[in-house]
């Protein structure tokens, strides 16, 4: 059966469907030797999919995996690096990093630790990361200082960010010492170092963050560096998440 290409490389473990979009626009990606455009659909029964040179075969779909890892700091999360810092992959076995496709869904900054979620299912990591939809994610942050409650009211309530407000945040303190907050925020949004930034607008930089949970996917006693499979109920709360996100224009 015929269907976008980028579809197909999201379902081959390839990349994220973002991500091969990205390919494409970039000329990666040719269909029956002609370079690929996007809304371009292929049928691997008969037409000839290349990506970066190498021949997609048709037989050779990964198992879908879906792993909670503990991001420790000092890694990033990203498939490469430039830089050649250490990545996520690099913490996993070398069967995994070599041909399953795994990538993370959405990051954490280099110098945050806790959940996150990596897999080769390009077509649940689309709706996961897109910036409409709105899974919980719970953080234990320890701030500068101690915020007033004025202040944590008004990080509830939502803070002017790149000219446009915040989403209401939970933010509850937990811990109250004599120069530095524990607070436990959730945050139903995902935008670029939110926490910090806000953080940092409000008087409380961000001494260190730790991501706890992903909705009901919780890090419990994972260690820095370690990775499980996600249960059978946590994959269905996935999926149902993903099943509930309107489609986009480039879907089929």
């Known amino acids: 059966m015929a269907e976008r290409i980028q579809k197909i490389l999201s379902q081959y473990g390839i990349a994220s469907r973002r991500q091969a979009e990205q390919m ?10 002609q370079v690929a455009t996007l809304g371009q659909v292929a049928d691997l029964a008969g037409d000839r999919l290349e ?6 075969n048709a037989q050779a779909r990964p198992d879908l995996l ?6 420790p700091t000092g890694v990033v999360s990203t498939c490469h690096d430039p830089q050649q810092r250490r990545t996520v992959l690099d913490l996993l076995p070398a069967h995994l990093r070599q041909s399953s496709g795994l990538h993370p869904v959405g990051r954490l900054d280099t110098n945050s630790t806790g959940a996150l979620l990596l897999t080769n299912d390009g077509s649940l990591t689309f709706p996961l990361t897109h910036p409409s939809h709105h899974i919980p994610k719970v953080y234990e942050v320890w701030v500068a200082g101690c915020p007033s409650a004025e202040t944590l009211r008004q990080w509830q309530g939502g803070v002017l960010l790149d000219d446009r407000p915040t989403l209401p945040a939970e933010v509850t303190l937990l811990d109250d010492r004599a120069n530095k907050t524990l607070l436990k925020i959730v945050l139903y949004e995902g935008r670029n170092r939110q926490i910090r930034r806000v953080a ?10 730790h991501r706890v949970a992903i909705g009901p996917i919780l890090l419990g006693d994972l260690s820095p560096g370690r990775y499980r499979n996600l249960t059978s109920k946590e994959l269905d709360f996935l999926r149902a998440q993903a099943g509930n996100f309107a489609k986009t224009p480039s879907d089929p």
């Open 24 to 33: 494409i626009r970039a000329g990666r990606v040719r269909l029956n030797g």
């Open 51 to 56: 990506v970066d040179g190498n021949l997609l």
């Open 66 to 71: 879906y792993l909670l890892l503990h991001k």
């Open 200 to 209: 940092e607008q409000l008087g409380h930089p961000v001494m260190s963050l």
